[in-house]
């Protein structure tokens, strides 16, 4: 699987080890793999410890995202969703980050679908959410969300290009208070709006407009997760990343089987790129539609 982990330093290139990473043909359960959790610092040989100084410590917990109203219906549809679509599932890695199950348990799915589609919400299946647009399978969500790799205590600042119905946003909820999610179509934005508001999910921060653009006023990100597939990646994004932080997103054309691309900024500010898997997304458009 060498040939798939590729530090990259200019677009030319990057575009070679998608091809290459396309060739590997990477399985899921060879490319995804938990991080191994950091050693404990020694905090000193003899005596007591000195107090560390406030900005040395640990940071504070992030308070939790309540749980929403509609979490208390259809819960066991939910928990059997996560158990046999994204735990355990013979053909696919299993989705192993206890806190993205917790969200994916939480997140009331139905709440975010339109009325038509309701019945259908934990089946393990995109489902459509008007305008043209697609909610993804509960197995892309949960995949895309660990691939993040957000640490909560640390409270990272995640953008979402593509808001749809809102719902990756409430997952990504669960994970951080600094959620910030760009929908391009007015009316897609503003039913998402209602319904991320009536399910609680007060700390999603929202606008419309282009996402290619990203939103230069709220960062640097730590991750930034794109929902709608591009032919490359929108250097606004890019340039919008922190370094040591995380991209996800489907590269490919329109209505073409796309990959699933992460791309890490490396401390010095170079690019890793990872391909995944296969997906097929609605693209990026870039006029905004009214
Ligand atoms: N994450 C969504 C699914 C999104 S479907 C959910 O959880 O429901 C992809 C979304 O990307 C669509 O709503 C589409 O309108 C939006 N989109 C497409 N191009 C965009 C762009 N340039 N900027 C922002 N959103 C865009």
New binding site residues.
């Given amino acids: 699987m060498g040939a798939i982990r590729n530090v990259c330093r200019s677009g030319t290139a990057l575009a070679a080890a998608w091809v290459a990473a396309a060739a590997a043909v990477p399985t899921l359960s060879s490319t995804i793999s938990p991080s191994p959790p950091a050693p404990r610092p020694v905090m000193c040989l003899f005596g007591v410890p000195p107090a560390k100084p406030a900005d040395e410590a640990a940071p504070a917990p992030a308070p939790e995202q309540p749980a929403p109203p509609g979490s208390s219906e259809r819960a066991d549809e939910r928990a059997a969703m996560v158990e046999r679509q994204l735990a355990r599932h013979d053909r696919r890695a299993p989705i192993t980050n206890k806190a993205v199950l917790d969200a994916m348990r939480a997140v009331p799915r139905h709440a975010?679908v339109p009325p038509n589609v309701r019945s259908r919400a934990y089946d393990d299946t995109p489902l459509p959410?008007g305008?043209?647009?697609?909610?993804?399978q509960p197995y892309i969500?949960a995949l895309m969300t660990q691939l993040l790799e957000l640490a909560p205590e640390a409270k990272p600042k995640v953008l979402?290009?593509?808001?749809?119905?809102?719902?990756?946003?409430?997952?990504l909820a669960h994970l951080t208070p600094d959620v910030y999610?760009?929908?391009?179509?007015d009316a897609?934005a503003r039913r998402?709006d209602g319904d991320l508001q009536a399910q609680g999910y007060e700390r999603v921060k929202r606008r419309s407009?282009?996402?290619?653009h990203g939103w230069a006023e709220k960062g640097p990100f730590d991750a930034i997760?794109v929902?709608?597939a591009?032919g490359h990646l929108p250097p606004p994004l890019w340039a919008q990343l922190k370094p040591g932080g995380r991209i996800v997103i489907p590269i490919g054309g329109p209505y073409e089987v796309q990959r699933l691309v992460l791309l890490t900024k490396q401390p010095d500010g170079t690019r890793r790129s990872r391909t995944i898997t296969s997906v097929r997304?609605?693209?990026?458009?870039?006029e905004p539609?009214r």
């Fill in positions: 975010f959410i305008h043209g647009q697609t909610i993804s969500v979402e290009i593509g808001t749809g119905s809102g719902y990756q946003a409430a997952v999610s760009i929908e391009i179509i897609l998402a407009g282009d996402g290619y997760i929902t709608c591009s997304f609605v693209p990026m458009t870039r539609k």
